[in-house]
């Protein structure tokens, strides 16, 4: 696993956010932190595939909402990427 100096660098250059600026975004939650957070792991997945997927999730879970609430497809938010 890569650490999160690594996904920060990463970001950076992809969209221009570290991992601080983006934190603020998740925690609001909605669909705009489900998409922040999307695009994120799938620009993270396209540079080097699960090891720095791992690292941004494991930099970010405690940041996102602790309410669940139901997308528009009546899954579970998360429910694709984490098997819920």
């Given at each position: 696993?890569l650490?999160?100096n690594?996904?920060?660098e990463?970001l950076k ?12 975004i ?5 669909d705009?932190a ?5 695009e994120?792991?799938h620009?993270l997945?396209k540079?080097?595939g699960v090891?720095?997927?791992?690292s941004?999730?494991l930099?970010v879970?405690?940041k996102?909402p602790e309410?669940r ?9 998360g ?6």
């Amino acid at each position: 696993m890569l650490g999160k100096n690594v996904v920060d660098e990463e970001l950076k250059r992809g969209f221009g956010l570290s991992i601080k600026e983006i934190e603020p975004i998740l925690s609001a939650g909605g669909d705009a932190a489900e998409m922040k957070f999307m695009e994120c792991c799938h620009f993270l997945w396209k540079v080097d595939g699960v090891e720095l997927i791992e690292s941004f999730i494991l930099a970010v879970f405690n940041k996102l909402p602790e309410k669940r609430s139901l997308g528009p497809h009546g899954l579970a938010r998360g429910a694709t990427l984490f098997g819920n």
